[in-house]
């Protein structure tokens, strides 16, 4: 039985790379590389994969919304969470919006195969490393993430713009940065302070003496 796989990133390299990774398994059949959102929702409807490898971080739409909106339009469809993020808080939103798996992007050829023989068989596979994560989580155990919320120079420059209510358009005109960069920044700064929306930013950053 043939299992169909597409994957969404904006990088081609990483879409390339994986396609070629799995190129040589005769039960696994690429059968969409796409490099948004507005893409991965046509494609899906268009190509049917049985799995969808989802990045997180996205161009046009974050990865945690269009993993729910995917599963409400097909909830039998398999999607993988595949992303650099390991904070907790991301792993959790994911699993939360319905995703059956995470991932990191350091994995291998193996793990990508028993990941998909897991999902297929309707059950939840992560990451070594990120199981690891949310059972410290779970039983208490504080990571140096937990200690101390420290932002970065840029980071605290997207903050205090997000404060000030401007618009993703109006923060990257203003610091002069790609709005993916302030997408990415945003989304740190949400994974630190623990937060799922501005206002839930703004609220945990003036608890935390960072405003």
Do not use: W
């Not at 269009?66 to 469809?77: F, Q």
């Not at 059956?100 to 028993?114: A, P, V």
């Not at 960069?181 to 703004?202: C, D, P, Q, W, Y």
Request: charged letters at 25%.
């Amino acid at each position: 039985m043939i299992t169909k796989i597409a994957i969404t990133d904006d990088h081609n390299m990483v879409l390339q790379g994986i396609q070629s990774m799995l190129s040589d398994t005769k039960e696994i059949k690429i059968v969409g590389l796409y490099n948004n959102g507005s893409e991965t929702l046509n494609g899906v409807v268009k190509d049917e994969p049985d799995i969808l490898l989802l990045d997180i971080n996205l161009p046009d739409i974050n990865g945690i919304d269009l993993c729910k909106a995917l599963k409400k339009a097909n909830p039998i469809l398999k999607i993988i969470a595949l992303s650099n993020y390991d904070e907790v808080s991301f792993i959790k939103r994911m699993l939360n919006a319905g995703a059956d798996g995470y991932l990191l992007k350091n994995t291998d050829k193996l793990e990508l195969l028993t990941a998909f023989k897991t999902v297929l068989n309707d059950e939840q596979y992560l990451q070594r490393d990120i199981e690891k994560k949310l059972l410290n989580q779970s039983i208490g155990k504080k990571t140096t993430n937990n200690l101390l919320i420290k932002l970065t120079r840029r980071e605290k420059e997207v903050l205090e713009a997000i404060a000030e209510e401007l618009t993703t358009q109006e923060i990257s005109e203003k610091l002069f940065i790609s709005h993916k960069t302030v997408e990415t920044h945003r989304m740190n700064i949400m994974s630190k302070l623990g937060a799922k929306n501005s206002v839930g930013i703004i609220k945990t950053a003036i608890e935390n003496n960072l405003l």
